[in-house]
């Protein structure tokens, strides 16, 4: 992905902070602004919250890039994308993307509730693969 063009095409002026933030959140995927802060402060020392705030607000403006709302967890954020839904596990916090068709299940939610459904921001949660092994192992150690 470049970066670069991204920002332009939403005419938002290019500055190395925000290429490493849309690089962020390209390589590790639905990262908390804490997160972002964290990684960024290796490469630019000198930046401030409240400037990384600004960032990410000014490239949601231009939908650039996504809040994802977790219910009881901060936001994640991403590169905008096609409409698509989330998992999110219990256990470890990791957020990934699944692409699901739910037209049909739109259309019907429409017809049942009256309502005019104008975006669905589904979150799956549960225990990832990993987190189900690590809990099956437990139980393993358990009976041993
Ligand atoms: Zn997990
Ligand atoms: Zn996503």
Known sequence: MNYQTLLKENDLKVTPQRLELLSLMDTKGHISVEAMYEEIQKKFSAISLATLYKNINLMMDKQVVTEVKIPHE???????KETHSHLHCRE???VVDIFLDFSKAVAKVEKLSHYKIEGENIIFSGLCPKCQTSHS????????
């Open 92 to 94: 470890c916090g990791e």
């Open 137 to 144: 192992n437990e139980s393993v150690n358990l009976t041993v």
């Open 74 to 80: 901060k936001s994640r954020y991403e590169i905008s």
